[in-house]
């Protein structure tokens, strides 16, 4: 199943940008770039989002893992930024938001907040209602934060030292028109 209405190419600033939603063998080594881009990671995170986008080519839709991507244009080609969502299973139309990140280089131009509209449209078609994100609630993070608040999630729960001693986790909620 396709979760974009049509593949495409969208101008930010000008810049042509694909939006696609098929997973392509070379996308773990973008995902990780992309995440170690940011320093916001530790290594095992970073191994984390690699392995979710291995998990779909191996799994395709039974994974549960769906995928946007968004690429440069030829020649020079490269994807810049992803979003990884899927349903939370044993509910009716709620999802996560597991991953969403840009590269550090095209920080600032408006792609997570594409990313973020597109992934919310995708759940829509998908027949989700809610979209559920978490994230640390450490001061590194306060970008982060910020981001989200100004997406329309609002902090549902804060549960304290969950990753570690002072660094609890943060769970925001967004509800889909």
């Not at 449209?121 to 910020?146: D, K, L, W």
């Not at 981001?147 to 902090?155: D, H, L, P, Q, V």
Request: net charge neutral.
């Amino acid at each position: 199943m396709s979760v974009l209405t049509v593949p495409r190419i969208l101008f930010i600033g000008g810049i042509p940008f694909n939006i696609r939603d098929g997973v392509h063998p070379a996308d773990p080594v973008s995902v990780r770039r992309i995440a170690e881009s940011s320093g916001f990671f530790s290594a095992t995170e970073v191994e984390v989002a690699v392995e979710l986008v291995q998990t779909r080519l191996f799994q395709g839709e039974r994974s549960g893992y769906y995928f946007l991507f968004l690429d440069t244009e030829a020649p020079s080609a490269e994807t810049v930024g992803y979003s990884c969502f899927g349903p939370i299973s044993c509910t009716q139309a709620s999802f996560d938001l597991y991953w969403i990140a840009v590269h550090n280089s095209c920080r600032r131009m408006g792609l997570g907040k594409l990313l973020l509209a597109e992934s919310e449209a995708a759940i829509r078609r998908m027949g989700g209602g809610r979209v559920y994100v978490e994230t640390s609630s450490r001061s590194q993070y306060r970008p982060t934060h910020i981001f989200y608040n100004r997406m329309g999630y609002r902090e549902q729960a804060l549960i304290p030292d969950f990753y570690a001693l002072e660094d609890g986790k943060i769970i925001y909620v967004k509800e889909l028109q």
